[in-house]
């Protein structure tokens, strides 16, 4: 995520050229530095130097003698291998995909980011591009994604609820009836959670963490917490997967669904990358990897790339019978 990219020393960089105020928003590296004042401060209250350095951070006309027919360097957001990712389907041979955008939501009639994907045979590319253009200022902080690496994790998906056939939907309304039922159930049962042999081992455990200092309570409170059920339900663990991911199904949580099609040849587009504001909601741990369920609410894991468009959510969609076809953009 966000570079340094597999990029020709002798291929220009892709550049925005549509016409909009480009020296006005955020210095780029007034984002990366605030980042970094807000990491090593984690825990902790900010120094004086700290707090100055960040008041001076404000939004302006950072490089007035920019014009807004300049060309603008695209930002780098992702560079993605087909050997990693099963699901990266592109042009035929073709084993890497690179992202770009314009960090202003400024572009067409809808007032969106301006995305770019360049797809190359890695092993064509000879000496590398150092250093990489970048744009000076962007439009807003959420815009940029912080630098991280990809550890792809390949997952189920289900297509989303409301596409269903209608009596499919009425069989998993039932199933999560039931699922329901059984929970109240079991809540006005005497039943210890799972990691208690009685109940009454289960209230003298509670009953002594009250007593206990806070950090011991707490620590008994989640182990409480870890032993009962985790409720299940179709739209939050089973269908559509949250995060950054490659393929898989469309949520249309906040609109109804609607067909996106190839502009070109009329066939389906299906997501090819999903931009996301959060990796796990917090609704559900069921998508969380495995190596970060222990992290709690650790922004590193629910919100490594600090990325915010539109309404949170980004699609980006290609046509599979023509990868050469102008891709298209849906936001939830």
């Known amino acids: ?45 900010y120094t004086a130097e700290e707090q100055r350095l960040i008041h001076g951070m404000t939004e302006g006309n950072h490089v007035p003698e920019l014009q807004d027919d300049a060309p603008l360097p695209m930002l780098a957001v992702a560079q993605l291998y087909a050997r990693e990712i099963p699901d990266l389907v592109g042009p035929e041979d073709h084993d890497l995909l690179q992202v770009f955008w314009c960090p202003f939501e400024v572009h067409g009639a809808d007032r969106t980011i301006d995305v770019v994907l360049k797809w190359r045979r890695s092993p064509d590319v000879g000496a590398v591009l150092i250093p990489q253009p970048e744009p000076p200022v962007v439009g ?22 409301g596409l269903l056939e209608e009596e499919l939907q009425e069989e998993i309304d039932e199933w ?73 199904f469309a949520s249309w949580h906040l609109t109804d669904p609607a067909p ?17 504001m959060w990796e796990c909601d917090g609704a559900s741990r069921s998508w969380l990897p495995i190596e970060d369920r222990d992290s709690g609410s650790d922004a590193h894991a629910t919100n490594p790339t600090d990325v915010y468009l539109g309404r949170g959510l980004m699609r980006i969609h290609t046509c599979p019978p023509g990868p050469a076809h102008p891709h298209r953009l849906s936001f939830q």
Do not use: F
């Open 1 to 45: 995520m966000a570079g340094p990219l597999l990029w020709p020393a002798d291929e220009p960089w892709p550049v925005c050229t549509a016409v909009h105020r480009k020296g006005t928003g955020h210095l780029l590296s007034d984002v990366r530095q605030r980042r970094r004042i807000q990491e090593a401060a984690r825990g902790r209250q």
């Open 140 to 161: 807003r902080e959420e815009c940029v994604p912080n630098m991280c690496v990809v550890h792809p994790e390949r997952v189920v998906e289900h297509e989303y609820l």
């Open 176 to 248: 999560e009836e039931e699922r329901l039922d059984e929970d109240d159930e079991d809540e006005y049962s005497s039943a210890p959670p799972a990691s208690y042999a009685t109940y009454e081992e289960y209230a003298e455990a509670m009953a002594a963490a009250e007593a206990a200092e806070p950090e011991e309570y707490a620590e008994a409170m989640a182990a409480a917490e870890a032993a009962e059920p985790e409720e299940i339900n179709y739209m939050s663990d089973l269908s559509i997967a949250p995060g950054w991911k490659v393929g898989g």
């Open 260 to 276: 996106v099609d190839c502009e070109v040849c009329g066939a389906a587009m299906p997501p090819l990358l999903t931009v996301d």
